[in-house]
């Protein structure tokens, strides 16, 4: 479990996060919801801490993250795997090379331990014909699987995933959450994910935080969406005519 308690954080004195208070619970897709440029990847950024916020807390499991000095921050960050927007694979490497990155880091692993787990990571996102192959011979779909290969290595108890479908097709975008999810699961991680995907929101979404100008304006489960009487969340929600007609079936529904 992850809890975030009073956040702030500013940029030349304008306030991008305001009081931010959640808590990402454990063994579920935590999803993260705002349009561009409404605080939503600065409060993924200050939660592993690529940011300091001037307030607030951040606790993993009652450790507060921001207390800690950089031994323990390091020690931490070995809990924690990262899936990045563009894959972000290192183009000299392999497959196998990428996914056993982490592991030569911050494992004390044989080679051989080293190459067998990645291999089992690789084996569970269904790539382990490819671990030969560099990032330019597989496609944008397969490269995110690797990421995700390469994220859970460590048995991770804490996924934190940036726009994992930027940039890919509805087939390849339902794979990938279909993997996040299971993953998550599977290792019973807290997984948090940043999106403005609707489609992975009701698709993945077990509890699902809305940011709008760097202040949380809703939270609750996907199923509560539709009923939401956030004016902000539903401006979000319901741009896309798709899901304006899904309410609207809904609304029927609940009417008959």
Not at 111 to 118: G, M
Not at 201 to 211: A, L, P, R
């Amino acid at each position: 479990m992850i809890e975030i308690d009073h956040l702030y954080k500013s940029f030349d004195s304008k306030d991008v996060l305001s009081d931010i208070n959640t808590t990402f619970e454990n063994g579920k897709t935590n999803l993260i919801i705002g349009q561009s440029g409404s605080g939503k990847t600065v409060l993924m950024k200050c939660i592993v801490g690529l940011l300091v916020p001037e307030k607030g807390k951040v606790l993993y499991d009652g450790r507060n993250f921001l207390a800690m000095d950089k031994k323990e921050k390091k020690s931490l960050r070995t809990e924690m795997g990262m899936i990045f927007q563009s894959a972000a694979l290192f183009d000299s490497m392999t497959v196998l090379e990428n996914v056993m990155f982490p592991l030569n880091m911050f494992s004390n692993m044989t080679l051989r331990e080293r190459i067998r787990r990645a291999m089992t990571c690789l084996d569970r996102v269904n790539l382990n014909g490819a671990a030969k192959k560099y990032p330019s011979e597989i496609s944008g779909g397969m490269q995110k699987r690797v990421a995700i290969a390469r994220a859970i290595s460590l048995n991770p108890q804490y996924l934190f995933c940036d726009e994992p479908n930027s940039g890919l097709d509805p087939k390849t975008s339902l794979v990938i959450d279909g993997l996040i999810h299971g993953i998550t699961h599977e290792y019973n991680m807290t997984t948090i994910i940043n999106t403005h995907d609707m489609n992975s929101v009701m698709g993945i979404g077990e509890k699902i935080i809305f940011i709008a100008q760097g202040k949380k304006e809703w939270e609750g489960e996907k199923s509560q969406i539709f009923s939401a009487t956030n004016e902000k969340l539903e401006n979000f929600v319901f741009a896309s005519d798709l899901f304006k007609k899904v309410k609207e079936m809904e609304e029927r529904k609940t009417v008959s």
